[in-house]
């Protein structure tokens, strides 16, 4: 029974590591869109290893917060599939313990990327009122966190609603040469600075019905630039 055995906490992590010299795995050894054949590189992480990998994250998410119920935000798009999968897990991790947590999700839209680029304007998309979130234990919920901008901008406009506790889960954490000293608490994988796709991530909206976190080709790229 995976719920009697006594996990080591991992402390801050920056996840698993994948160093800028992985080529990937190609594409061939895959299943994929058909759709989307031409346009990726390869896989960097399955799908089944971002599974896996958040079920450990639940795991420590629930002993951190176990206590208290949770607001869940997910921050849209990107963030869909991973919160959707990371909430799944704690639910499920939940109802092996006796130990339930109520958790209500909200989300919130953030945009700053037009093709492979950041843009100067982020901005928060139909921004609503989160009075909500005072005195509540937030999870922030990010696909990915680049220079680490958006999560800082985003972690301004939460605080200002006076939640009693703020932690950030990052499914990726890019290695970028100005890394912010604002980095998730919780932190699925660190990856090397360069575009990738899937899993919810999108290059101008697309890619994000692709199960897998792929490198896009170049064609790729040009196929769908704006
Ligand atoms: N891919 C998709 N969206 C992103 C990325 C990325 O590498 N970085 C920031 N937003
Ligand atoms: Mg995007």
Known sequence: NMADVAVQSEGRSSGIVINDDWPGYSLDLFNYPAHYSGDLDCVIIPHGVIMDRTE?????????LGDHDIVVLCVLKGGYQFCA???D???ALSRNSNHTIP???HFIRLKSYLNDQ???DLHIVGAEDLSFLAGKNVLVVEAIVGTGKTM?????????FRPKMIKVAGL?????????????DYVG???????????????NEYFRDLNHICAISESGKTKYKI
């Open 152 to 160: 800082q901008t985003l972690l301004k406009h939460v605080e200002a």
């Open 118 to 120: 950041s843009t100067e």
């Open 172 to 184: 990726l954490v890019k290695r970028v040469p100005h890394n912010s000293p604002c980095l998730p």
């Open 56 to 64: 450990r994250l639940a795991r420590n998410i629930m002993d951190d």
């Open 103 to 105: 958790m209500r999700v």
């Open 85 to 87: 999968d990371l909430v």
């Open 89 to 91: 897990r704690i639910k």
């Open 189 to 203: 994988f660190e990856i090397p600075n360069r575009f990738v796709v899937g899993y919810a991530l999108d290059y």
